[in-house]
């Protein structure tokens, strides 16, 4: 049993609701995230809007992943702006940055990890902005020029997007992602424009699993129960609570995140692992799994 589970025991009932019920949603989420893939996977984690907390969800998935998997796993930013999933997961930019200057094509593990940043969790962390335009995100190109080449040596790959427009931009997200991550705030309004993309993912050829992601930054959870559409985007949902602390000047280690965060951290990671699982099903079985 996982130590975030079995510490779980010892929290009061006020703080979990139903302990017994917590503790196997977290023993469920502690196997999924541990179960071994066949092949590597590559998770994207987007959003329509800015201000929803996406990077700090990716930052925090990332970062169960790389502890408690064996294989290697790699965190990548494309998004602009400082306070990006590297940042959150305390991976030095300076360092990840200079993991571009790699062999284009690396022929050996060290050659895919050379000069990038590690974070205390063991997330292995690179950059793809260019230096020069920090606010800029890294264009679709950038990814599939650096990420392609590197993928094949890692056990998961999660890529930070950022804001993304329908059309080209999420289009390239798609192809780049076995399982994408959409994430919103929890206001109506946000949601319902976060949620009229997902068909449209869905629709295409080969699409990915898609996890929807409800981060309570607007305080309106508990009015989310109450939209007609979320039964109906036939995808999972999972419900993640804002941690102010995650909004400061210096990131924050996820011990020190809130009980709530963690465990809906955990559950999420563990969902997603389970959608990774099911793109590796032969092509029947992977069009029924939809279902």
């Given at each position: 049993m996982s130590r975030i589970a079995s510490a779980l025991r010892s929290l009061p009932l006020a703080v979990l609701g139903s302990a017994s019920a917590r503790l196997h949603d977290l023993t469920q989420a502690d196997a999924r995230i541990r179960m071994p893939l066949t092949l590597n996977r590559r998770i994207g984690v987007v959003q329509v809007a800015g201000g929803v907390g996406a990077s700090v969800v990716a930052a925090s998935i990332a970062s169960i992943f790389a502890h408690r998997r064996t294989g290697l796993v790699l965190g990548v930013n494309a998004s602009a702006g400082s306070h990006?999933?590297?940042?959150?997961?305390?991976?030095?930019?300076?360092?990840?940055?200079?993991?571009?200057a790699a062999p284009a094509t690396p022929s050996e593990t060290r050659h895919a990890t050379a000069g990038l940043g590690v974070a205390p969790s063991g997330l292995i962390g690179l950059e793809l902005r260019d230096p020069s335009q920090p606010t800029t995100p890294a264009a679709s190109r950038t990814w599939f020029d650096l990420i392609n080449p590197r993928s094949r040596f890692f056990d998961l790959v999660i890529t930070d997007w950022g804001v993304r427009g329908w059309q080209i931009d999420l289009s390239q997200v798609a192809v780049a992602s076995h399982v994408i991550c959409v994430v919103t705030r929890s206001e109506r309004?946000?949601?319902?424009?976060?949620?009229?993309?997902?068909?449209?993912?869905?629709?295409?050829?080969?699409?990915?699993?898609?996890?929807?992601?409800?981060?309570?930054?607007?305080?309106?959870?508990?009015?989310?129960?109450?939209?007609?559409?979320?039964?109906?985007?036939?995808?999972?949902?999972?419900h993640v609570p804002y941690d102010a602390a995650a909004g400061g000047a210096t990131p924050v280690a996820s011990e020190d995140l809130s009980t709530a965060a963690r465990i809906?951290?955990?559950?999420?990671?563990?969902?997603?692992l389970a959608e990774a699982q099911l793109t590796l099903l032969p092509g029947p079985a992977r069009i029924e799994a939809r279902r």
């Open positions: 990006n999933m590297l940042w959150h997961a305390g991976v030095g930019s300076g360092d990840a940055v200079a993991g571009q309004h946000a949601i319902e424009e976060a949620a009229a993309i997902v068909p449209a993912l869905l629709g295409r050829a080969d699409a990915p699993r898609i996890v929807f992601v409800i981060v309570d930054v607007g305080g309106g959870a508990r009015l989310t129960p109450r939209l007609g559409i979320l039964p109906h985007l036939g995808v999972p949902i999972v809906a951290h955990a559950i999420l990671a563990g969902t997603i």
